[in-house]
Structures are given as C-alpha cells and as structure tokens.
Nanobody, 116 residues
Framework: QVQLVESGGGLVQPGGSLRLSCTASTISSSVLTMGWYRQAPGKQREMVASITSFGINTKYADSVKGRFTISKDNAKNTVYLQMNSLKPEDTAVYYC?????????WGQGTQVTVSS
C-alpha cells in the first residue's frame, strides 16, 4: 500500500516562502507524474502543479505560475513544492499524489497558512 507523506507547511506572512516535501513509500515517484494539490476550506481540491516522470516537464495552475516551483529528487524519492511570494489566498491544506488522476490514497496533507 502506497503511503504519501507531506511536510513543510506552516504559518507564514504574505510575501514569504515555504518548501513542501512529499515522500512516497513503496513506489518510485521518479517514474510517475506527480502533482501537488490544495484544498481550502469550503472549496474543492485543485491541482496547482505537476511534474512528469524524471522531472522532464512541469505544469502550473495560473494562480501560482511564476511563484511556485515543483521539482523531484529521485535519489530521495521526494517531490518538492517551492512556494514564493505567498498570498493569503494560498492558504489551504496541500497534498501530493499522482497526476492528473488514478490517485493513491490521500495522505494527511500539510497546512499552509498565509496571514499577517
């Protein structure tokens, strides 16, 4: 059974930065297209970034383009999301999973709160 473990969230002021990490047990994320998703209170889960196998191609939602960067460290079987210039509307629980579908069981996610 695949376990996805997200970490790195926290409370940050507007304009600040965070780096999220996602480790997948029992599978090699290097051969999968992986995505970062987020779900804000009262809203549907949305995908904000994805990265293809071996990190060749990336895609971003318009709302985060130019501010977020998704990457992989295949040696560590870890997917990252570098988030810069954070805005209050980025506040959400962030998850990683396969992209764009055929999801594994969702992990617990990591809370990101952007507030002054």
């Amino acid at each position: 059974q695949v376990q996805l473990v997200e970490s790195g969230g926290g409370l940050v002021q507007p304009g600040g930065s965070l780096r999220l990490s996602c480790t997948a047990s029992t599978i090699s994320s290097s051969v999968l297209t992986m995505g970062w998703y987020r779900q804000a209170p009262g809203k549907q889960r949305e995908m904000v970034a994805s990265i293809t196998s071996f990190g060749i191609n990336t895609k971003y939602a318009d709302s985060v383009k130019g501010r977020f960067t998704i990457s992989k460290d295949n040696a560590k079987n870890t997917v990252y999301l570098q988030m810069n210039s954070l805005k209050p509307e980025d506040t959400a629980v962030y998850y990683c999973n396969r992209a764009p579908g055929n999801w594994y069981d969702w992990g617990q996610g990591t809370q990101v709160t952007v507030s002054s």
